[in-house]
């Protein structure tokens, strides 16, 4: 079966980094998403990757393992305002997108 | 010049009622979606729809449908609603099916069922 697997939850301090890890199963692969949720609201567009390496956007980078079923999301400098759900999400052979239960980050001052 | 927007924003009905949420995107996309987003924050897609096809999640109901009068618009229908339809349901759009492209969600709509 296809499943997404990422931390419920994680704790991080203002100004610090942290890292949530994804990995995945999927039939077939055609990319990684990365979205971020704040609590109430929809989720938005963070990053895409579907070759190998790290992709960096300003303080936040993702990473793709396509031979490890593996990926994450690097956060830096945090800031209160990220505090919110992270999903992480598969698309599959079909171009269909599996999504994660996503990562509630706590941010602490 | 809201992207992707729904109406309406909260909904609170009985059980048994039949109700809609509206679904309209103004950013020229072929494909729209919906989901339904749980206690739990699981996001679980329910309804991928272009001009050309309509894909069905197989674990949906049939007390829901999609209906899209045009291609700005998809509308999630209702029917018989049941207690554990109580979730948060997103509309969704992109550019094409069938090729990668990010998606774009609308504010949710709220519903509980009494």
């Known amino acids: 079966g296809q499943n997404i697997d990422q931390p419920t939850e994680m704790t991080a301090t203002e100004g610090a980094i942290v890292q949530i890890n994804c990995t995945y199963q999927t039939s077939g692969f055609n990319g990684l998403f990365w979205y971020q949720q704040h609590a109430g609201e929809a989720p938005t567009f963070l990053s895409y990757n579907v070759l190998d390496g790290l992709e960096e956007k300003g303080r936040f980078s993702s990473f793709l393992s396509r031979s490890k079923g593996y990926s994450y999301l690097l956060l830096k400098e945090l800031q209160m305002k990220d505090s919110a759900s992270y999903l992480c999400?598969?698309?599959?052979?079909?171009?269909?997108?599996?999504w994660g239960a996503g990562t509630k980050l706590i941010i602490k001052p | 010049d809201t992207a992707v927007s729904q109406t309406p924003k909260y909904l609170v009905t009985q059980m048994g009622n039949d109700k809609s949420i509206k679904c309209e995107q103004n950013?020229?996309?072929?494909?729209m979606y919906w989901y339904k987003q749980d206690s739990k924050k699981f996001l679980k897609i329910m309804f991928s729809?272009?001009?050309?096809?309509?894909?069905i999640n197989e674990t949906v109901p049939n007390r829901f449908s999609p209906k899209s009068p045009d291609k700005a618009h998809l509308n999630l229908h209702i029917n018989s609603l049941e207690l554990g339809d109580s979730a948060v349901y997103f509309c969704?759009?992109?550019?094409?099916?069938?090729?990668?492209?990010?998606?774009?969600f609308g504010p949710g709509t709220r519903l509980t069922v009494l």
């Open positions: 999400a598969a698309l599959d052979s079909n171009y269909q997108l599996i």
């Open positions: 969704a759009s992109s550019q094409e099916s069938g090729e990668v492209n990010e998606q774009f």
């Open positions: 950013l020229g996309h072929d494909t």
């Open positions: 729809y272009n001009n050309k096809e309509l894909i």
